[in-house]
């Protein structure tokens, strides 16, 4: 690492919570003035130990975020108490300023800076680089916070820099992940590796759809692309998760303190009644307890969420069951139909669900729609799957339907503050 007396600085805060979240301890290594940090200090392992989990807590703060926001502008809930903003997300107002949507935009914009910004450091510090896992999960989550801001926002900033697509920005995150897909197979952590690739398919996923259905252009090799990393992904584990972490007091799960500790937001009651199309049965991937009484400004039922029981549950990011449904999906689109079905019902028996059976392509895309809604339900895919399968929100008002669903939240205002623009 070079040394040219240049002092480098560290939020204290980022670093705290870094610490705090994964447990490092500070007495690893001695720095004088926590808030600023001199080349010579980062030298120390256990600095960099820290710097390696940092990615990871600056994007997890802001993910959470974008699940509870992104399920009250689809289908999977609903605002149950008073706030104009909160309302106007339920109701699909994207036009002009919001202050939920415009603080997700700077968190997660915050956050990939931040993840960048920490492997760059990381790579300075440790002795093979190549082969380090800390490297790999600063990859990881940097691609992770250009995908979470693809699939919400109409364009995305760098540093200051020209704004970009949604397409593009999910090309930078499949780059990341590739990055971080070799690295972690280097390191020897299969299951970061798979999830990396994971990752991958879902942005190549993410290209088809906005190519097909804002370009007019049905490109079947990129959803082939798609289709060849999930297939990577399940080659190095079949049971692959990599979860955005919270651990209170640090960051906690703002799902969980949403939907089930608050009184504004709730899951759509229609989940709570999910029936399983195959077997009649109310499907388990649908987790919640029973109805605790009636939303004050709608009247429906509501439940509280238990696939996120307290404030330090985990989000998975990327796992085995999505890699498997986006094989399905092609297969079904490819008329590969006895592949589709194989790899449906993988993830129907993991959940103890009978089998599905049919040979009508139609059919077979059904069933596979309906099991993305629930297999990755409060897990943040919902509302770009209705903008791919171009299914508009019953809650959204007359004006905003007639608008369509292929639209997405504006950057943030400080963002065009800073654009000059």
């Given at each position: 690492?070079?040394?040219?007396?240049?002092?480098?600085?560290?939020?204290?805060?980022?670093?705290?919570?870094?610490?705090?979240?994964?447990?490092?301890?500070?007495?690893?290594?001695?720095?004088?003035?926590?808030?600023?940090?001199?080349d010579?200090q980062?030298?120390?392992?256990?600095?960099?130990?820290?710097?390696?989990?940092?990615?990871?807590?600056?994007?997890?703060?802001?993910?959470?975020?974008?699940?509870?926001?992104s399920?009250?502008?689809?289908?999977?809930?609903?605002?149950?108490?008073?706030?104009?903003?909160?309302?106007?997300?339920?109701?699909?107002?994207?036009?002009?300023?919001?202050?939920?949507?415009?603080?997700?935009?700077?968190?997660?914009?915050?956050?990939?800076?931040?993840?960048?910004?920490?492997?760059?450091?990381v790579?300075?510090?440790?002795?093979?680089?190549?082969?380090?896992?800390?490297?790999?999960?600063?990859?990881?989550?940097?691609g992770?916070?250009?995908?979470?801001?693809?699939?919400?926002?109409?364009?995305?900033?760098?540093?200051?820099?020209?704004?970009?697509?949604?397409?593009?920005?999910?090309?930078?995150?499949i780059?990341?992940?590739?990055?971080?897909?070799?690295?972690?197979?280097?390191?020897?952590?299969?299951?970061?590796?798979?999830?990396?690739?994971?990752?991958?398919?879902?942005?190549?996923?993410?290209?088809?759809?906005?190519?097909?259905?804002?370009?007019?252009?049905?490109?079947?090799?990129?959803?082939?692309?798609?289709?060849?990393?999930?297939?990577?992904?399940?080659?190095?584990?079949g049971?692959?998760?990599?979860?955005a972490?919270?651990?209170?007091?640090?960051?906690?799960?703002?799902?969980?303190?949403?939907?089930?500790?608050?009184?504004?937001?709730?899951?759509?009651?229609?989940?709570?009644?999910?029936?399983?199309?195959?077997?009649?049965?109310?499907?388990?991937?649908?987790?919640?307890?029973?109805?605790?009484?009636?939303?004050?400004?709608?009247?429906?039922?509501?439940?509280?969420?238990?696939?996120?029981?307290?404030?330090?549950?985990d989000?998975?990011?990327?796992?085995?069951?999505?890699?498997?449904?986006?094989?399905?999906?092609?297969?079904?689109?490819?008329?590969?139909?006895?592949?589709?079905?194989?790899?449906?019902?993988?993830?129907?028996?993991?959940?103890?669900?009978?089998?599905?059976?049919?040979?009508?392509?139609?059919?077979?895309?059904?069933?596979?729609?309906?099991?993305?809604?629930?297999?990755?339900?409060?897990?943040?895919?919902?509302?770009?799957?209705?903008?791919?399968?171009?299914?508009?929100?019953?809650?959204?008002?007359?004006?905003?339907?007639?608008?369509?669903?292929?639209?997405?939240?504006?950057?943030?205002?400080?963002?065009?503050?800073?654009?000059?623009?």
């Open positions: 690492m070079k040394n040219n007396n240049k002092v480098k600085k560290i939020s204290a805060g980022l670093f705290i919570g870094a610490i705090t979240m994964f447990t490092i301890s500070c007495e690893d290594f001695e720095v004088d003035n926590p808030t600023n940090i001199v010579d980062l030298n120390d392992e256990g600095l960099a130990t820290a710097l390696g989990n940092t990615p990871e807590v600056a994007v997890a703060a802001a993910l959470d975020d974008a699940v509870v926001w399920a009250a502008c689809s289908d999977e809930g609903f605002l149950s108490g008073s706030g104009t903003f909160r309302i106007m997300i339920d109701e699909g107002f994207m036009d002009g300023y919001n202050q939920q949507y415009d603080n997700l935009y700077n968190a997660l914009a915050s956050a990939r800076w931040i993840a960048d910004d920490a492997t760059k450091r790579i300075e510090l440790v002795t093979s680089p190549n082969s380090d896992v800390r490297v790999a999960n600063g990859y990881f989550w940097g992770m916070a250009r995908m979470t801001l693809a699939d919400h926002f109409e364009q995305v900033v760098y540093d200051g820099g020209a704004p970009i697509t949604p397409t593009k920005a999910m090309e930078d995150a780059a990341l992940f590739q990055q971080a897909a070799t690295v972690a197979s280097a390191a020897g952590n299969t299951s970061l590796a798979a999830a990396s690739h994971g990752a991958i398919a879902r942005a190549h996923r993410a290209i088809y759809f906005d190519n097909k259905n804002e370009k007019s252009t049905d490109d079947m090799a990129t959803f082939k692309k798609a289709s060849d990393a999930a297939k990577a992904a399940l080659a190095l584990s049971t692959y998760v990599e979860y972490n919270y651990a209170p007091p640090g960051a906690t799960n703002f799902v969980y303190a949403s939907v089930n500790a608050s009184r504004y937001n709730r899951m759509d009651p229609k989940y709570a009644n999910m029936k399983d199309p195959v077997s009649g049965e109310l499907d388990p991937r649908i987790k919640h307890g029973p109805k605790v009484n009636n939303s004050p400004r709608t009247g429906d039922p509501v439940y509280l969420i238990t696939k996120y029981p307290d404030e330090g549950a989000i998975p990011v990327s796992r085995a069951a999505e890699a498997r449904l986006i094989i399905a999906e092609y297969a079904a689109m490819t008329n590969d139909l006895a592949t589709a079905v194989t790899h449906i019902n993988e993830n129907r028996t993991a959940v103890g669900l009978s089998a599905f059976a049919s040979t009508d392509q139609a059919a077979i895309l059904t069933q596979l729609k309906y099991e993305r809604s629930v297999e990755l339900w409060y897990e943040g895919r919902r509302w770009q799957d209705m903008r791919y399968y171009e299914i508009i929100p019953d809650r959204w008002a007359s004006a905003n339907k007639a608008l369509g669903i292929h639209r997405r939240w504006p950057v943030s205002q400080r963002e065009k503050d800073n654009m000059g623009n």
